[in-house]
């Protein structure tokens, strides 16, 4: 084994990317239980974790889904991207809400699947929007007839939506049979409509049973009687008041007055309700409320804030509640018993009342995760009111997940059980500590990414030195420059001790460029010389030739005929004319090494198209419509046999096998021959990579299908076994065009032969090479890259451990891999295994590469592998542009913080 060369490392902080804040977060809900009682309310099995909805103030929304399989009670990686809904450009989202589609065919002890779910947005303005989760584009608008849109709350059953509006008026929206129409408006008052909740729902009086015997009569008894009936509904006002409405009448039923300061209106931002009735209240002088369901009378009042209460969640059980707002705090309220009071005087109204109280609610507890405003609070499992008689109980052996976003632009995450709970063994669902109560255990953020889907919006162009970051609407380029006297690395430092280098003049920007788009820019790219930039909305494709000026600079010049060009190959329909179906937007693209094709996933169907840029005008070459099509897929995976499968009808056993021990045969290396019913399906290509000879092309969706085309012949090769996880990195190794490397989102590296189409033996080794630290990263892979200078030539001599190490990476980490160096034990672990006799156990390395002695197996054994750095962070994008030549970029949150207003502080004297 050659000894490793140092390296120079281009620590980016130029580039002024600044995330967007989180304004908005949802939690699918649980569908209702049944009335009578004979499907038990209590979840006696654990709940998969639902999609973590975020809303940011650009506009875009992402959906998150959680990274553990039903069997693994912790996912340390927690939620990672799965969608990303683009939001018009200039919008924004204020207020988010899943409902169930069809509420009778999810069970009330199931979470539901993000399938079954809706998802409606309001960004301040007159419409709610619903979106289509699966093609990512709004579905239909609605006006609300009554001016801003302030909150928006649909009902426990999934059946309406109501809209708190400017106007003062409460709208409701009838969500049944997929439909999104107007039902109702209630009485008008003169204050905006701030917050909204939905108190307990009824069970319907349901008809006399019919006889035993009568099997038709009881089933259908058994459907009148899983109907539930809305009974009142709690606004928070801006005029100081609460109101409560009853849904028959549609007329206010009580008026609560909350306090004021010095004459000015308080404004009610959050109300919650519970399953007895219990009403809470937070406003925006810091004070949380507790009303009684039936006076409608203040029961507690708490200045747990100093400043105001925007957001509010209950915990699954209603037995804790967590406010946060602009004073960065989460503070727990919590319901505790107490003893009933004894009294030796005589009995009056006001003891007899309290006599019977026997419990009462008490601040508990406060945190302070967040650096700036909270705008916005869930838990998982959701709260849904339900009254006593019915009220639901959840599994006390894994702790609920707190989930909180604001300006700071990162969700933080946090177990949430509750003291109380000590009769068993709390899990930690996010493995950050042994402790999962609110109060003691460890939060963590989730990273913000700088593209969509999870990706990274950087890109570089080796050749070129080219760094060019996408943003909103925007576009940035900048040059590396070549530092004299070789690079940065220190004399004798290796490639796994990263050296931090000078800062000082080592970059330029070259090119700055603000588009016109519909909505966020969603992907873009530069070639490897520097002279094509691509970038892309949903519904357009923009490419420019890049061609250079004496000063240095870069001028831009739009390919103008380049929508003309694919239009005719990405309309699904001659007759359609919706701005959907003659979009020219791409999800995500890739340039061939010697940047003669292009090549492009459209974004709303799935096409994958080769574009040949060598000529006077970009010309199509070739369609791929197979991620578009259902091929592949048995149930919701990509197994071995596909054909035999779909002939006989066995995939539903198949799909339990797991993919990292199948392959592929060569009688499903084309899914175009298999049988079988094949049907359109919506699903977006997040990741695309090109081998170094430009041979090879994989793709892979949000379906977890990856899909192997050959470039030379433009034809399909073949299609990967699929896994559980989703795929975030995507390359070709450099010495080995046809050895594909995968990183998944739960920190597993898989490797793949595409030519043998099969699974290596000694890729084996690798997997269970990993150690258990580098699967427990909080933060999952973001991309991985090779120490090569990026073009072909260099692959013909490369180095003997260079040419098979990659180099994964993570927003707060970077790790070396040497692929094929087998079980060693190095960089992570501190101490050699022992086996049962005592001895320290041999490490169990791969073969070595073909023509070299056996006899340097020993080298092989004892590599230094799994090498973390967590030098550099955030990371927003890490590449090798040459040889010894690592770029960094990174975007440290104090930087981002340093653009926004200042935190909230109140400076307090003499306090002791």
């Known amino acids: 084994m050659t000894e490793p060369k140092p390296i120079s490392v281009h620590r980016c902080r130029f580039v002024d990317f600044t995330p967007s804040p989180i304004t908005a977060l949802a939690f699918p809900p649980l569908s209702l239980p049944s009335v009578k009682g004979k499907k038990s309310a209590a979840i006696r099995k654990r709940l998969a974790f639902g999609t973590l909805a975020v809303g940011h103030a650009n506009g875009n929304i992402e959906l998150c889904e959680w990274t553990g399989l039903e069997h693994e009670q912790q996912a340390p990686q927690a939620w990672v991207v799965k969608k990303t809904l683009s939001g018009l450009y200039t919008s924004k989202v204020d207020s988010l809400a899943f409902t169930i589609r069809d509420p009778d065919l999810v069970p009330s002890d199931q979470t539901p699947a993000l399938s079954s779910l809706r998802l409606f947005s309001a960004g301040g303005g007159n419409d709610l929007a619903e979106w289509d989760i699966e093609r990512g584009v709004i579905r239909r608008t609605i006006s609300s007839q009554g001016g801003s849109i302030w909150s928006i709350a649909p009902n426990p059953a999934s059946t309406i939506l109501a809209l708190g509006c400017e106007d003062g008026s409460i709208h409701l929206l009838s969500l049944e049979l997929d439909s999104l129409t107007h039902l109702r408006r209630f009485d008008r008052v003169k204050s905006r409509i701030l917050s909204l909740a939905w108190g307990p729902p009824v069970p319907r009086e349901s008809q006399p049973k019919a006889a035993e015997t009568n099997e038709d009569s009881d089933d259908d008894d058994d459907d009148l009687a899983e109907d539930w009936s809305d009974s009142w509904l709690v606004a928070g006002c801006s005029d100081s008041c609460l109101r409560k409405w009853d849904v028959a009448s549609g007329r206010v039923l009580d008026r609560m007055a909350t306090d004021k300061n010095k004459g000015e209106r308080t404004l009610v931002w959050t109300v919650g309700a519970l399953g ?534 993570g927003s707060t980490w970077i790790c070396k891999i040497q692929l094929d160096a087998g079980v060693v034990y190095g960089g992570f672990e501190k101490k050699r295994r022992r086996d049962g006799s005592g001895k320290k156990r041999k490490d169990v390395a791969a073969p070595p590469p073909e023509g070299e002695d056996t006899e340097q197996q020993p080298l092989y054994q004892s590599a230094n592998n799994f090498k973390l750095i967590t030098t550099y962070r955030p990371i927003l994008f890490a590449e090798f542009i040459a040889s010894g030549e690592l770029v960094v970029v990174e975007r440290p949150l104090v930087d981002v913080l340093a653009k926004l207003p200042p935190a909230y502080f109140k400076p307090k004297y003499g306090a002791s």
């Not at 209603?318 to 705090?329: C, E, L, W």
């Not at 107490?338 to 030796?344: E, F, I, K, V």
């Not at 959701?382 to 990162?410: C, E, K, Q, Y």
């Not at 873009?524 to 909305?537: F, T």
Request: glycine share 8%.
């Open 276 to 809: 007895d009735g219990t009403i809470i209240s937070g406003d925006s002088l810091g004070v949380v409320k507790f009303w009684d369901p039936k006076t409608c009378t203040q029961m507690h009042s708490f200045q747990a804030h100093n400043a105001d209460v925007l957001c509010m969640t209950i915990s699954p059980e209603g037995s804790a509640i967590y406010t946060a707002g602009v004073d960065q705090k989460i503070v727990q309220f919590t319901h505790v018993r107490t003893s009933q009071p004894a009294s030796s005087q005589a009995p009056t109204k006001t003891s007899l009342l309290n006599r019977s109280s026997t419990s009462r609610w008490v601040q508990s507890f406060a945190r302070r995760m967040h650096s700036h405003d909270i705008r916005s609070i869930c838990i998982f499992p959701p709260h849904t009111p339900l009254p006593p008689s019915h009220s639901r109980t959840f599994p006390a052996d894994v702790a609920p997940i707190l989930a909180s976003g604001g300006l700071d632009m990162s969700v933080v995450l946090t177990p949430a059980a509750l003291p109380t709970n000590t009769k068993n063994k709390i899990v930690n669902p996010l493995s950050t500590s042994h402790v999962a109560t609110w109060e003691d255990a460890y939060h963590r953020k989730i990273g913000y990414s700088s593209g969509a889907y999870g990706r990274s919006g950087v890109c570089v162009a080796r050749a070129g030195r080219l760094v060019c970051c996408v943003r909103e609407a925007g576009v940035s380029v900048w040059r590396i420059k070549k530092r004299g006297g070789g690079g940065d690395g220190e004399e004798g430092m290796d490639v796994d001790e990263v050296p931090v280098p000078k800062e000082d003049g080592g970059w330029e920007r070259v090119l700055d460029m603000e588009l016109n788009v519909q909505s966020n820019l969603i992907a873009g790219a530069i070639s490897d010389d520097g002279r094509w930039l691509i970038v892309s909305d949903w519904y357009e494709t923009k490419l420019f030739r890049l061609e250079s000026l004496p000063n240095g600079q870069l001028k831009p010049k739009r390919i103008r005929n380049l929508t003309s060009v694919l239009q005719p190959h990405v309309s699904p329909s001659a007759k359609s004319h919706s701005r959907e179906s003659i979009s020219t937007g791409g999800s995500t693209f890739a340039f061939t090494p010697d940047s003669s094709k292009l090549v492009l996933a459209t974004s709303v169907s799935a096409y994958i198209l080769v574009i040949d840029l060598s000529g006077d005008a970009p010309r199509v070459l070739r369609k791929f419509d197979h991620h578009h099509l259902n091929t592949g897929l048995v149930g919701q995976r990509v197994v071995k046999g596909l054909a035999k499968l779909q002939a006989t009808g066995t995939g539903e056993d198949a799909t339990e096998k797991s993919a990292e021990t199948v392959g592929v045969d060569k009688e499903d290396e084309d899914t175009e021959s298999t049988s079988g019913d094949v049907r359109p399906v919506s699903t977006t290509v997040t990741r695309m990579a090109t081998s170094l000879d430009g041979q090879w092309l994989a793709t892979s969706d949000d379906l977890h299908r990856t899909h192997i085309f050959n470039l030379d012949s433009i034809q399909h090769h073949c299609i990967l076994p699929s896994f559980p996880h989703p795929i975030h990195a995507l390359a070709f190794l450099p010495s080995s065009p046809s050895t594909l490397i995968l990183g998944l989102a739960n920190n597993t590296v898989q490797v793949y032969d595409v030519e043998a189409r099969s699974f290596p033996a000694w890729s084996r080794h690798l997997a269970n090479a990993i150690p258990k630290r580098f699967k427990h990263l909080h933060d999952p892979i973001v991309g991985v890259t090779f120490n090569t200078n990026g073009t072909s030539s260099s692959s013909s001599s490369p180095s003997t451990d260079e040419a098979r190490t990659a180099v994964f990476w």
